[in-house]
């Protein structure tokens, strides 16, 4: 297949990026840049992503970032194959802003656009970074999702479980406000643990060994709340024992879609982690362990790739386009939008 250059643009959370990147499917592509503005300061104070602070900041950021990625790509707007946006899912307004830019240099450079699904951009990521073959199993973490995902093919999903309260992200984001962390949690509770004893808080994980594969994390938040309600504990050991619930609640659950996916697609090789939970080494390992018990191999994106970033989002741009998947410019922008049927 011919290698395609194509920018990606995402804004649906407090990411600004811009990314150029050229390649064919099924990967790995080559990054020619991979420009991002993290919000996080802005945010910080709040102790989370406020929306609307999220979508001036894109507002404000988008055009110098655009600008940085093409400079560094070396790659003018008429060499490019197509735009491409994360046209969804994600906080509207900041989903609005990288879609209605995209929209307006696709009719300026007169260049094909693609609306590209969030979701579907951190699933194809292991595609970009290692040249995974369809169809594998997909678990996705991030702040925002939980899901076990069949990748069967572009657009092709099947979802086998999904959290039913809290993303793993968000577990661990609340947990390290509780402990007082800051914001953004994950890294932070990760380092925390490392120096604890995960064995010397009992805390529930939810779920386990149940019928299907969907998570649950809310009651491992609220377990962690009543025990800093009680007393003084210790903040590095309830880091450990946190991050070693959700592991075991990661496992328990990845194996249980691993056997559901074996029924549909008996050939399936690859376990791919992706979202920005993947960037937890601990839990890395874990999954690694679990995936080599269970004769697969694990992909995980290097950690930019797996936390949002534009380079993702053009790389499932090359791939809708090398299937003739383009998008009108009347395309929406949607807050919600999921992978199942998309
Ligand atoms: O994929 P992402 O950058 O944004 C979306 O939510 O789409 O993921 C961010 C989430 C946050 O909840 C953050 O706390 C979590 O990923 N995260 C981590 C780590 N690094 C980021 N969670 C656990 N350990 C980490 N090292
Ligand atoms: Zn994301």
Same mark, same amino acid.
């Given at each position: 297949?011919? /290698?395609?250059?194509?920018? &990606?643009?995402?804004?649906?959370?407090?990411?600004?990026?811009?990314?150029?990147?050229?390649?064919?499917?099924?990967?790995?592509?080559?990054?020619?840049?991979?420009?991002?503005?993290?919000?996080?300061? %802005?945010?910080?104070?709040?102790?989370?992503?406020?929306?609307?602070?999220? /979508?001036?900041?894109?507002?404000?950021? *988008?055009?110098?970032?655009?600008?940085? =990625?093409?400079? @560094?790509?070396?790659?003018?707007?008429?060499?490019?194959?197509?735009?491409?946006?994360?046209?969804?899912?994600?906080?509207?307004?900041?989903?609005?802003?990288?879609?209605?830019?995209?929209?307006?240099?696709?009719?300026?450079?007169?260049?094909?656009?693609?609306?590209?699904?969030?979701?579907? %951009?951190?699933?194809?990521?292991?595609?970009?970074? @290692?040249?995974?073959?369809?169809?594998? *199993?997909?678990?996705?973490?991030?702040?925002?999702?939980?899901?076990?995902?069949?990748?069967?093919?572009?657009?092709?999903?099947? *979802?086998?479980?999904?959290?039913?309260?809290?993303?793993?992200?968000?577990?661990?984001?609340?947990?390290?406000?509780?402990?007082?962390?800051?914001?953004?949690?994950?890294?932070?509770?990760?380092?925390?643990?490392?120096?604890?004893?995960?064995?010397?808080?009992?805390?529930?994980?939810?779920?386990?060994?149940?019928? &299907? /594969?969907?998570?649950?994390?809310? &009651?491992?938040?609220?377990?962690?709340?009543?025990?800093?309600? @009680? &007393?003084?504990?210790?903040?590095?050991?309830?880091?450990?024992?946190?991050?070693?619930?959700?592991?075991?609640?990661?496992?328990?659950?990845?194996? #249980?879609?691993?056997?559901?996916?074996?029924?549909?697609?008996?050939?399936?090789?690859?376990?791919?982690?992706?979202?920005?939970? =993947?960037?937890?080494?601990?839990?890395?390992?874990?999954?690694? =362990?679990?995936?080599?018990?269970?004769?697969?191999?694990?992909?995980?994106?290097?950690?930019?790739?797996?936390?949002?970033?534009?380079?993702?989002?053009?790389?499932?741009?090359? @791939?809708?386009?090398?299937?003739?998947?383009?998008?009108?410019?009347?395309?929406?922008?949607?807050?919600?939008?999921?992978?199942?049927? #998309?």
């Amino acid at each position: 297949m011919r /290698a395609l250059t194509v920018l &990606g643009i995402e804004t649906s959370c407090d990411e600004t990026a811009a990314a150029v990147v050229r390649g064919a499917a099924p990967g790995p592509g080559e990054i020619l840049s991979n420009a991002i503005f993290s919000q996080i300061e %802005a945010h910080a104070p709040y102790g989370g992503v406020v929306p609307e602070i999220a /979508a001036r900041a894109h507002v404000e950021l *988008l055009d110098g970032i655009l600008a940085r =990625a093409l400079s @560094e790509a070396g790659v003018g707007l008429g060499e490019l194959d197509a735009i491409a946006a994360t046209a969804g899912p994600g906080l509207i307004g900041g989903v609005m802003v990288g879609l209605m830019s995209a929209k307006a240099l696709a009719l300026a450079a007169e260049k094909p656009l693609i609306a590209v699904n969030h979701l579907e %951009a951190h699933g194809l990521s292991a595609r970009l970074s @290692e040249g995974v073959a369809f169809p594998f *199993l997909l678990l996705l973490a991030s702040g925002g999702h939980c899901q076990l995902l069949g990748v069967e093919d572009v657009g092709r999903f099947k *979802l086998y479980g999904t959290t039913i309260d809290d993303a793993a992200g968000e577990a661990f984001d609340k947990t390290a406000k509780l402990l007082g962390l800051g914001y953004p949690g994950g890294p932070k509770l990760e380092a925390l643990a490392k120096t604890g004893n995960p064995r010397r808080y009992a805390l529930p994980r939810p779920l386990l060994g149940r019928e &299907g /594969a969907d998570f649950s994390f809310s &009651g491992l938040k609220t377990a962690v709340r009543q025990l800093t309600l @009680e &007393g003084a504990v210790d903040a590095a050991d309830l880091a450990a024992s946190f991050q070693a619930a959700v592991i075991d609640i990661l496992i328990d659950r990845a194996r #249980a879609a691993m056997a559901l996916m074996r029924r549909d697609e008996p050939e399936v090789r690859h376990f791919v982690v992706a979202g920005g939970v =993947a960037a937890n080494a601990a839990i890395r390992s874990a999954l690694g =362990a679990l995936a080599a018990a269970e004769g697969l191999a694990l992909k995980v994106p290097p950690p930019a790739l797996c936390t949002d970033n534009a380079a993702m989002v053009a790389w499932a741009g090359i @791939e809708r386009a090398a299937l003739g998947l383009f998008d009108a410019l009347d395309a929406p922008a949607r807050a919600r939008w999921p992978l199942e049927g #998309a």
